[in-house]
């Protein structure tokens, strides 16, 4: 089991960038697939990105391909989530997530065990 705290949101003019940290509290992140969901008012959650267990492959939502970086330091237990370019469409909540699945990428919120509290980023233009 493992425990997921998000920080690093705020408030940030468009154009400007981010960088998001999720940190397991509890347990360790070096065996889980991970990923980073956004939910705004009103919408549902949605994917952002995700980053396979043995850290070969991302993927991300084509809205923030070429702006949005995921990574990860198993040994900080961290996976990070650096945003550029930030539009006002980008404006919500932002949840770290892991599962234990390893077949590929994985882009369902459904397929994720363990998730953080969020962090808002809100993004003026």
């Known amino acids: 089991q493992v425990q997921l705290v998000e920080s690093g949101g705020g408030l940030v003019q468009a154009g400007g960038s981010l960088r998001l940290s999720c940190a397991a509290s509890?347990?360790?992140?070096?065996?889980?697939?991970l990923g980073w969901f956004r939910q705004a008012p009103g919408k549902e959650r949605e994917f952002v990105a995700a980053?396979?267990?043995?850290?070969?492959?991302?993927y991300y939502r084509d809205s923030v391909k070429g702006r949005f970086t995921i990574s990860r330091d198993n040994a900080k237990n961290t996976v990070y989530l650096q945003m550029n370019s930030l539009k006002p469409q980008d404006t919500a909540v932002y949840y770290c997530?892991?599962?234990?699945?390893?077949?590929?990428?994985?882009?369902?919120?459904?397929?994720?065990?363990?998730w953080g509290q969020g962090t808002q980023v809100t993004v003026s233009s």
């Open positions: 997530a892991a599962t234990r699945l390893r077949v590929g990428l994985v882009v369902i919120s459904n397929d994720y065990d363990y």
């Open positions: 509890r347990g360790t992140i070096s065996t889980y697939a």
């Open positions: 980053i396979t267990w043995n850290n070969l492959n991302t």
